[in-house]
């Protein structure tokens, strides 16, 4: 089992930056490809990042791809999101997830998940 916790999320303007991180426990955190989700209000959880486990792969959102970039630190076991060129739009709660599958789109495809992480984009 892995356990997540979320941070650095924030309140920042719109075109600013934020980097969020995701610190894992366990000693397995490799063994994990990991995701990146979002929901806003009253919507479904979106799918924003995933990184496989050997972080040569990695997907994005079209919503969100050439501004954000997922990341990971095995040593620190730590996975990462850098947001840039934020917009208003991208004002969410941001959940972190691990998976021993492939790393998909799929909400269901990950079996852990972190509490989640407000980030608001003023406009």
């Known amino acids: 089992q892995v356990q997540l916790v979320e941070s650095g999320g924030g309140l920042v303007q719109a075109g600013g930056s934020l980097r969020l991180s995701c610190a894992a426990s366990g000693r397995t955190f490799s063994t994990y490809a990991m995701g990146w989700f979002r929901q806003a209000p009253g919507k479904e959880r979106d799918f924003v990042a995933a990184l496989r486990r050997s972080s040569r792969s990695t997907y994005y959102a079209d919503s969100v791809k050439g501004r954000f970039t997922i990341s990971r630190d095995n040593a620190k076991k730590t996975v990462y999101l850098q947001m840039n060129s934020l917009k208003a739009e991208d004002t969410a709660v941001y959940y972190c997830?691990?998976?021993?599958?492939?790393?998909?789109?799929?909400?269901?495809?990950?079996?852990?998940w972190g509490q989640g992480t407000q980030v608001t984009v003023s406009s």
């Open positions: 997830a691990a998976t021993h599958g492939a790393g998909s789109k799929h909400p269901d495809d990950y079996a852990y």
